[in-house]
């Protein structure tokens, strides 16, 4: 079953919105993707616990070029609270109304 997390990123241009599609494997891990500024591109290695906690990595090219990172976090009661680290510096992750 395909998780949709809609969420807004503190990017260095300011706040843009993105969302993470997780679709769970049952063994811990997951596949999906990641979208921001018009662009989408598909997660690796991606971990997720029972908990909700995950991690994963993601080559993304948007307006602001090409960029590796990772991700982690939680999500939970249909909300994403987490980071995203690449090489613009670690850049928060949530739902709108956990900001």
Aim: hydrophobic residues 35%; aromatic residues 6%.
């Amino acid at each position: 079953m395909e998780e949709i997390y809609e969420a807004i990123v503190k990017l260095p241009i300011g706040k843009k919105p993105c969302t993470l599609t997780i679709n769970r494997n049952g063994d811990g891990t997951f596949d999906g993707t990641f979208s921001v500024l018009g662009s989408t591109a598909p997660v690796s290695d991606g971990k997720i616990d029972d908990e909700g906690n995950y991690s994963c990595a993601c080559t993304i090219t948007t307006m602001l070029g090409t960029m590796e990172g990772v991700a982690e976090g939680r999500v939970f009661d249909g909300k994403i609270d987490g980071v995203a680290k690449a090489r613009i510096g670690v850049l928060p992750m949530k739902s709108a109304e956990l900001w």
